[in-house]
């Protein structure tokens, strides 16, 4: 008794313009440069499949959106092994010429974490979007690098909360 339990949910957009963000449909609507990742169906986040990136690599996708309210990137990534040189980056483009907008960029080896980007341009969007990955090797030992769950899209509006009953026995 007395025990709490944590649970982490994140919703996708209702207006989802990734296509093929869960890389059930390995890499579809993505355009790929450099060591080509691959799909995997073991250790990814969920589902059947995620991405791997090692090497030098990049991974792109662009679309459009209407009237969204703050849109906002949502994926989940965990990176292995490399000898900290390595650099996974992420990149949110919007505006007319998609240039980049908001990024992230880590070197640090860790399980599967959730992070999110946000557009930051107005409060309700309309134009073009879209993402790039990328992993620059740069030291003598490789990382990986999987993905998986990358949706882009309006923001909820904030923290939701819900509360769930409590069954002791």
Do not use: C, H
């Not at 991405?51 to 662009?62: I, K, P």
Request: aromatic share 10%; charged share 10%.
């Amino acid at each position: 008794m007395g025990q709490t339990t944590s649970l982490t949910f994140v919703l996708r957009p209702p207006d989802d313009v990734m296509n093929n963000g869960d890389f059930e449909n390995g890499l579809n609507n993505w355009e790929v440069s450099g060591t080509p990742p691959d799909n995997v169906t073991s250790g990814q986040y969920s589902g059947n499949s995620s991405l791997r990136l090692s090497g030098t690599t990049a991974l792109s996708q662009t679309d459009s959106i209407s009237n969204s309210y703050q849109p906002i990137l949502s994926f989940w990534y965990k990176m292995e092994g490399g000898d900290g040189d390595d650099v996974f980056t992420v990149e949110l483009l919007g505006t007319g010429g998609l240039t980049p907008v908001n990024s992230f960029s880590t070197s640090t080896n860790s399980g599967w974490q959730q992070a999110s980007l946000p557009l930051n341009l107005i409060e309700v969007y309309t134009g073009p979007v879209g993402v790039n990955f990328s992993l620059a090797q740069n030291g003598s030992t490789q990382a990986t690098v999987y993905v998986d769950e990358v949706s882009l899209g309006a923001s909820w509006g904030g923290p939701l909360k819900t509360y769930l009953p409590v069954i002791s026995q």
